[in-house]
Nanobody, 121 residues
C-alpha cells in the first residue's frame, strides 16, 4: 500500500559526509511527519531527526549541528544530510513516514527497509 525506499548509505571515513534519501510511494493522501531513526545491534531504535509537513524540525542531541533533515513534498521524499560523521554514527538508518489516506480515519506509520551507514577509517 505504502512503500518507503531509502538510498545513500555506505562506508565513509570519520569527518566525512553522506546524504540519505527516502521516497514514499503508494495511495497516499497526505504525509504528515517524516523522520529518520537508527539502530545498532542489541540496542533500541532511536530518533535521529524529524520534520513536519510544515518543515519544523527536531534533532537528537547527538546529531545537532552536524545533521540536517529536509523534505520535498512534491516528491514525497525526505533527506538527511550527515556531516562531520563519527564512528558512533555507525548504524542502520530507517526512514519513517506518518501517512493519512483519503477514505480512512487516522494516521499510519510506515518504515523503510533500512540502509547501513558505517563510519570507519
Amino acid at each position: 500500500q505504502v512503500q518507503l525506499v531509502e538510498s545513500g548509505g555506505g562506508l565513509v571515513q570519520p569527518g566525512g559526509s553522506l546524504r540519505l534519501s527516502c521516497e514514499a510511494s503508494g495511495s497516499i493522501f497526505r504525509i504528515n511527519a517524516m523522520g529518520w531513526y537508527r539502530q545498532t545491534p542489541g540496542k533500541q531504535r532511536e530518533l535521529v531527526a524529524t520534520i513536519t509537513s510544515g518543515t519544523s524540525t527536531d534533532y537528537s542531541d547527538s546529531v545537532k549541528g552536524r545533521f540536517t533533515i529536509s523534505r520535498d513534498n512534491a516528491k514525497n521524499t525526505v533527506y538527511l544530510q550527515m556531516n562531520s560523521l563519527k564512528p558512533e554514527d555507525t548504524a542502520v538508518y530507517y526512514c519513517n513516514a506518518r501517512v493519512q489516506f483519503r477514505f480512512r480515519v487516522g494516521e499510519y506509520d510506515y518504515w523503510g527497509q533500512g540502509t547501513q551507514v558505517t563510519v570507519s577509517s
